[in-house]
């Protein structure tokens, strides 16, 4: 393809944010029109908004006025003509050392706190129950220090986790998460991180768990959190309105699990920009598995345009029913499947995890926040699925997946 820089779009690196939202290739190019720069986007506007080349590129543009110009085109044009661009223009800058802004995010937390998302497109999977298993055994059998972050306009893990008065009071004194948004929005500076994170939650009284609430209204400002962008004079990014808000205190816990809402909307959004993992719960049936590549190849995708540390945790199988010809089928076909996705993507592959949590009413029922119990045993194991009490399956699943973090 024969194309003259001169003749493409472009605008100065510092007028970067008013790139447009399209698929494209994308050349940084200096006053001497020497290219230093050839890269793909499926986003060019979101791709710019953090890219791990901006630090070196300022610093050019300092001494020579830098300009970033674009050509629209297919997604599945981007592969092909990114190795054509590199090889016709040789840019000074692709495959030379950079300093990860991320990286260096990471290392000023202390003690290295990870933090996992947990996804799923499909409701009613499991999602808020994984969640709250997890963060339960963590903190009580393993003694880790642990914060739930609700992002579900449902509530569900917030209710779980405080019940539905102590959740009403938190939201009418503006400490729930809907608020950090709605601030943002509104020019008003209500929530405030401290009073917000609830310490000690969940019917056991955890001293090592807290919460950070989540509220119904988020339905109300789901599709305007893009408006963030502007009503902030372009100060704050849209899509790091929880990681500002909340990152003072990541450093104070060993895990953070953010119960994210059944899509990939800016809410979401905004915890996959901080998470280290993302897990995903699914019932081995079709239905529920259904959305998982689109899971997997968005966020891959999004990692790569921001420049994240984000990478896939593994697959848990829920609500596993062995009497249902379905599942059987299913949970057999789901490692192969999973496994797929991954080639498919060229990326290396993520685990399905051994340990399946078997369907059970007191599974269900230990979501109750108002049931009357004072151990972790009791909540978890007070029946039997085969041969095992139904906490032992969450104290597995727990002990997988602090190997999976390690690993
Ligand atoms: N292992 C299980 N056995 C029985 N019921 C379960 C199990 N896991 C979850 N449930 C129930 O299934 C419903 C959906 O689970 P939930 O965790 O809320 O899914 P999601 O967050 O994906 O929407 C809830 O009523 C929950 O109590
Ligand atoms: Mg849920």
Redesign the pocket.
Known sequence: MDIELSELPSVSLNARQYLPACSAIYMVIDSLNQVLYVGKASNLQIRWQRHHRLEQLNDIDKKMFVRIAWLVCEQNQLDKLEVDFIAKYSPLLNNTPVTKEKEKWKSEMINMTTVISII?LK???????TTIQLAECLASEFSKRVLVIDLDPQT?ATVALIGEESWEELDQQKQTLFHLFNDKLEGTSFFNIDNAIQPCVSNLKLSYLSLLSSSIKFIDIQDRISEISHKSNYCINPMEVLKTGIHSQLKNYDYVFIDCPPNLGFITINGIEISDYFLIPTIPDTLSTYGIPQVVKTIYNFKKDRNLPIECLGLIM??YSSNSNAHRRGKNELSARFAKIFQELHIPQSPVFETV?????A??EA?EFGANISTFRQKYGRSKCGDRYLYEYVINLANEFIKHVIN
């Open positions: 799923n409701g009613g999977v499991g999602k808020t129950t569900n829920t609500k949590i078997p369907q059970a009413n599974t269900a979501m």
